[in-house]
C-alpha cells in the first residue's frame, strides 16, 4: 500500500485493524471490515468489508 502523503519516503508503515460483526445469537459471522492507518501522518482509510453470512465461527476461535 502507498499512502498518499509517501510516508517516509523509503517505505510506509500501516496499523491494520480487522472488525467483525456476529448475528445476534452468535449463530455465525455476519460481516467483517480491514482497515489501516497510515503511521506517518495517521489518515484512515483504505479499508473494505465483506458480507459473510456463515456460520463458520472457525477463524474466532483461532483468534
Ligand atoms: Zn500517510
Known amino acids: 500500500m ?3 502523503c509517501d510516508g517516509d519516503g523509503d517505505e510506509e508503515d500501516f496499523n491494520v485493524a480487522v472488525g467483525y460483526s456476529l448475528y445476534a445469537d452468535n449463530a455465525g459471522i ?10 506517518a ?9 465483506w458480507m459473510v453470512r456463515t456460520g463458520d465461527t472457525t477463524l474466532l476461535e483461532l483468534a
Open 2 to 4: 502507498v499512502c498518499e
Open 41 to 49: 501522518c495517521g489518515r484512515l482509510g483504505y479499508w473494505v468489508d
Open 30 to 39: 455476519r460481516a467483517i471490515a480491514v482497515t489501516s492507518r497510515c503511521v
